[in-house]
């Protein structure tokens, strides 16, 4: 009966420890999350001033680029991580209206003839002050860095964890209990 007690305590502490071991590993946290949160908070303040001048893309593609780089803050956060990778695109896409308009900005003004063709057709067609840079994206379409991210989504998370370590509890306690009918 002494062995019985033994290996049974023996399966019991390391069946303990694969539940243990397998509830702990979808946690993953971000180990600066104050730096990030901060650097978050800073670059949107930054951002919204940019959004009160319309269509100053180089002042967003500034405090877009400071935003990018808080996601850096936590390389060991996979959902930190890929929020970083979508919102890259975000700023490559504002960066490059920013790059139109600084290109357009530097170009040199067209000059004008001596003598403007008299006629009532040049005055009825308007030119667009500057016809090369686009209008670029509307308010609905700002990106939103994960600082302020929707309920939504973050619902939808900690519902997928809270699943995902159900299930991992459930198949550890299957386990255990597999291994102690082995054990008898």
Known sequence: MKTFNNKFSIILVISLAVILALVHTNEATCANKAVYDDCCSRGNTQLTACYAKPNDFPCQCTAMKAIRNCYLQCPDDSDITSQGTSYQTAVDQVCGYANQQLTASSA????????????????????????????????PNKPTPSGTQSATQSDKKSTANSNNDGRQVFFAAILSIAVLLMAV
């Open 108 to 139: 040199p003004a067209p000059t004008q003839a001596a003598i403007a063709p008299a006629g009532p057709a040049n005055a009825a067609t308007p030119t667009p002050a500057n016809p090369s840079v686009p209008n670029g994206p509307s308010s």
